[in-house]
């Protein structure tokens, strides 16, 4: 069974070690980069074929085979900020490429700033992001935030944080305690706080998402 996040993931490793090609065919002729559809077919079913660096329509075929990929794909895609492209199959009848919208997303220039293609860093950041939506999608944890049972790792599912910051005033305090607070001890009440990587119910926040792949 393969799961799309774990082909995401699997996806970002390989172009981090292989590199990302962006010329023609799926895959470079004098190195081991690949393209982003072909290092989701890799991470997907373990092999490289050799028309990807040789024939296009076939690769689109052998990509367009592996459902598994085609899955991963998608989500790719569905994390892009512009539209799908669409192909048309026969006359009058037009399909979602998803397969042209991601290979051409990391090799054209964007026609807003910074007006150019994006860099390795932030196709895999983008693909990690895939990621994480397809891990809510399928099992509600996101990679690297919550446990194998969906749980926040920050604030193990609680949605807040104590803390022991809030001293107790002498006037609330029981006799015995003010007798204490004479002697210089001080008593202090657990305070709570928001957590700032889930939203109180397991769902990582946007900005714990994107401080995560600004740092990798």
Known sequence: ??????????????????????????????SDALDVCAAVYMATEGTCPPEFTTDEVASLAIIGASAPAMAAIRAISDVLDSAVCETEV???TWVPDYIEHVSNWAATASPVEPKRPPTVDEV??????????????????????TDAYGRCRTCGGHGALTTEGEEIPYEELSPRRQQGHKLGHRFY????????HCDGQDRVTDAAVSAYEASL
């Open 1 to 30: 069974m393969h799961d799309t996040a774990h082909t995401l993931e699997r996806t970002a490793y390989l172009l981090t070690m292989l590199g990302l090609h962006t010329g023609d065919q799926f895959a470079a002729r004098d």
């Open 90 to 92: 026969e006359p009058g």
């Open 124 to 145: 895999i950041g983008r693909i990690l992001r895939a990621a994480n939506h397809a891990a809510i999608q399928t099992s509600g944890t996101r990679t690297g935030f």
């Open 189 to 196: 009440r657990n305070t709570s706080k928001p957590c700032p």
